[in-house]
């Protein structure tokens, strides 16, 4: 059996435990080829804590919840060195971020020093307590979660982290069908009485040098001259959007940095690997642009105070920005 083929079944084995939400399933998917860091809003009970728990399941290594709450501190997250009496000298006990899954639930509730504990673990792969640095797992990523509905008592994540989240997905409520295999799904595990690891488990899952050989795989997809202009373009026509129409002069105070020109380029060869072709088309590039540029761009307080959404933003800057 094919890697890709594996990534396949790993899929249908997510898509039959999260019920309506194949988006963020697929998202997930990306992350994981690409070596990247997901973010993920949406209202409560949409199974977001349910799929990264499901998908660590189905993946070789440990997994990690970390709920972020106002008092949190870094090293609740990073660890922090004790104390030994007996030898009288100090030893690092890791935190939960030296797991190989990390769920961040509720992100956005904790303060910013909390959240600058996350920037070195999510950039550079890597913990410094005191002065020694400690690296992470080579399989590491990390999936927060924030609440849109909630915002009191929250703390507005800093544009250098939000930077460093490969995705920022949006997820919403299932449809009608959605909803019945939802509760058929519910009885049918609630009859089970077993524990979440066995209706989770996979039957075999991926091995961590199989999620590694993957992403070797996904970097030799190809993509054309013409198409890697088209992913510049993208990134460049956020900086500098009056080009494509004066109505765009001053929407946006920053642009995408080139973390933008990366993150397009990987998950658009990553989005033809799993749909089982060995060459990216524009409609994949374009498929990925808003869960990369919706969280990288900040739109000016004018353009926002007129109701521009990021996304209303992308959708104006593919329609104008010519496909090769």
């Known amino acids: 059996m094919s890697l890709q083929q594996k990534f396949l079944r790993l899929e249908a084995h997510l898509t039959r435990l999260v019920v309506g939400q194949e988006t963020l399933l697929t998202r997930m998917l990306t992350a994981l080829l690409c070596d990247g860091h997901l973010l993920v809003e949406g209202a409560p009970g949409l199974a977001k804590t349910r799929a990264i728990k499901v998908l660590s399941h189905g993946v070789e290594g440990d997994f990690h919840r970390l709920q972020f709450t106002p008092d949190l501190l870094p090293a609740d997250l990073t660890g922090t060195e004790i104390y030994r009496p007996e030898t009288g000298s100090f030893v690092f006990r890791q935190g939960p971020l030296f797991h190989n899954l990390v769920l961040a639930d509720e992100v956005n509730r904790a303060p910013a020093k909390v ?30 979660t924030q609440n849109p509905i909630e915002q009191e008592g929250t703390y507005p994540l800093p544009e250098a982290q939000l930077d460093r989240f ?40 991926l091995s961590q040098a ?32 009056e080009r494509y129409g004066d109505d765009l002069d001053g929407v946006l105070q920053f642009g995408a ?40 761009i900040l739109i000016s307080f004018e353009a926002e105070a007129a109701g521009l959404l990021p996304d209303e933003f992308v959708d104006t800057l593919l329609a104008r920005i010519g496909v090769p």
């Open 115 to 144: 959240q600058s504990a996350l920037l070195e673990a999510m950039g550079e792969r890597q913990i410094t307590v005191g002065s020694v640095t400690y690296p992470l797992p080579d399989l590491f990523m990390v999936m927060a």
């Open 166 to 205: 490969l995705l920022h997905v949006m997820v919403d409520y299932p449809d009608a069908d959605g909803e019945h295999s939802i509760l058929e799904l519910n009885r049918a595990e609630q009859r089970r009485l077993a524990p979440d690891e066995e209706l989770f488990r996979a039957a075999e899952p």
């Open 210 to 241: 199989e999620v590694m050989a993957a992403r070797l795989e996904v970097l030799d997809v190809h993509l054309s001259e013409p198409l890697e202009e088209y992913v510049v373009q993208i990134v460049l026509a956020t900086r500098n959007p």
């Open 257 to 296: 940095s080139p973390r933008a020109t990366i993150a397009l380029d990987r998950c658009s060869r990553a989005t033809a690997w799993l749909a089982g072709r060995d060459y990216v088309t524009p409609e994949d590039i374009q498929a990925m642009a808003h869960d990369i540029l919706r969280h990288r």
